[in-house]
């Protein structure tokens, strides 16, 4: 079979070249993108002028049905076919005759393989925001039945001070906050198309650029015909949200893995969501989060890959480019995976109360508000510190903690103690005693809750707008 671009060759490919160079075996996952943009692009040729009416129809009905011939897996695929462009093009070639071959007229691979990841990406980031969505939505109803949950906050990981598990919780949802803000900022981004300019330096057929971008939905076209066909800014900055993304997944995991230890014992993960040993009959591994945890290093592998391939290559677009490809692919494999499972993995986590209770009365997480006691009665907060210090010095010396000292064993550190202080060091005294904006204070909480479910209620109408702006097609 000729090559569709082998007029100037005398010579057959080399068999190892060929297989090296294509990129049919990964790039078959554009080929729905491929026929939404050739739609688009050959309406358009039409509505120009540039192609007879007729002749579009029939490439029209032809695109259909190699997209029929897709979608139920019968369009083989070949290698000496090179990428996903040239085999759709091929195939339309067999089906439809020559005429299919005017589709191409006024394009090139390097503005129809930018336009095919632009309207790639811009469909799986609004996926993405909506998987985030559901992780924020487990970790609210976590955090909802856990509003009078007490386990130690940490610092160092050493016990520091005494939060709601709620607030814990609301935390991540803070950070999956920030990540669907990045994603939904990067589809402006995004949603800019590339097609119309050529090669590299646009083309000397009339077409209308714009008129392409309205049928695909894009918010406008690239300014400049070189900087269109290489830039990879946007598929970049895709894998710097998943990487921070997973990141923070990653943090998650690690403490899931953590508390479930039996040094820990604060959670215990469902069965579903856990796996046996082959040795060790007692055991019952965190793998999800473990892995989520593993499989972070790849992500951002792939986007350090992706710098690199860049860094240094010169204007407008070079073979080298093709390697943006497989670690997209490989992001968006990894994120599915991992948003897919954390959302129910959360949801069905149950909570030891007791166990972090327990970790929360043993230990000298209230020294603070103790000394905030202090410093409440005139005391200047150094001088407080020092002597709250000796106090826990005290108890430790005598297997003490702070509630269990009797009033005269306080007025030795110093004279400003009063019965007061059993109030105050109450575990929930000391959670409540933060209430201020952010703070762990359960009302504090509970406002916080009820704005994270605004602001989801806000990404779901996000979603289901843009996601049907996603997908728009010719
Ligand atoms: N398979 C190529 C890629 O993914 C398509 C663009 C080819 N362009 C070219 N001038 N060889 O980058």
């Given amino acids: 079979m000729s090559k569709l671009w082998g007029g100037r060759f005398t010579k057959k490919t080399d068999q190892l070249v060929e297989e090296y160079t294509a990129s049919i075996t990964f790039d078959k996952e554009l080929a729905e993108e491929d026929i939404q943009g050739s739609m688009a692009h050959v309406t358009m040729l039409g509505k120009c002028g540039i192609l007879p009416l007729e002749d579009v129809a029939k490439i029209k009905d032809g695109l259909q049905q190699v997209l029929a011939m897709i979608r139920k897996g019968e369009l083989e695929y070949t290698i000496a076919n090179e990428d996903i462009h040239m085999n759709i093009e091929k195939t339309l070639i067999d089906l439809i005759g020559p005429v299919g071959g005017k589709l191409h007229t006024g394009r090139s691979r390097n503005d129809q393989v930018a336009t095919d990841m632009h309207l790639y990406l811009r469909k799986r980031v609004v996926e993405f925001v909506g998987l985030l969505q559901k992780l924020q939505e487990a970790l609210i109803a976590q ?101 921070t993304l997973m990141m923070h997944l990653s943090r998650m995991s690690e403490e899931m893995v953590l508390w479930m230890s039996t040094e820990f014992g604060f959670i215990e993960l469902d069965d579903a969501f856990c796996t046996g040993s082959s040795i060790m009959p007692q055991k019952k591994n965190p793998d999800v989060a473990e892995l989520v945890r593993g499989k972070t290093g790849r992500v951002y592998g792939n986007l350090v890959g992706l710098l690199t391939v ?10 080298d ?29 149950k909570v030891n109360k007791d166990r972090m209770r327990q970790a929360v009365n043993q230990d000298f997480s209230n020294a603070t508000d103790i000394a905030d006691f202090l410093v409440n009665k005139g005391l200047p907060f150094r001088e407080a510190h020092e002597v709250i210090g000796k106090t826990v010095l005290y108890c430790i010396q005598n297997g003490k903690f702070l509630l269990d000292l009797k009033l005269e064993e306080f007025l030795q550190f110093s004279e400003l103690f009063d019965e007061r202080i059993y109030d105050v060091l109450q575990p929930e005294a000391v959670v409540n005693a933060r209430n201020v904006y952010g703070g762990t204070a359960a009302p504090q909480v509970s406002a916080a809750i009820s704005r994270a479910e605004a602001a989801i209620a806000d990404t779901a109408t996000w979603v289901e707008e843009y996601l049907e702006r996603a997908h728009k097609t010719v």
Avoid: C, W
Avoid at 202 to 207: D, E, H, L, Q, Y
Avoid at 310 to 319: I, R
């Fill in 321 to 349: 480019m093709q390697e943006d490809k497989e670690g997209m692919l490989d992001t968006v494999r990894t994120l599915q995976g991992a948003l897919q499972l954390f959302a129910p993995m959360v949801a069905t986590m």
């Fill in 143 to 243: 955090a909802k039945a856990n509003i009078d949950t007490l386990v130690p906050g940490y610092t160092h990981l050493q016990r520091a001070q005494p939060i709601l598990l709620a607030h814990h919780l609301m935390a991540y949802v803070s950070m999956f906050e920030r990540d669907i803000d990045r994603l939904k900022d990067s589809y402006k981004r995004i949603n800019v198309l590339p097609l119309g300019a050529g090669a590299l330096a646009g083309t000397t057929f009339p077409i209308d650029r714009h008129y392409v971008a309205e049928l695909l939905g894009f918010d406008g076209v690239y300014e400049n015909s070189l900087d269109a066909v290489s830039d990879r800014d946007f598929i970049i900055e895709f894998l710097a949200s998943a990487s």
């Fill in 310 to 319: 860049l860094k240094s290559l010169p204007l407008a677009y070079n073979k």
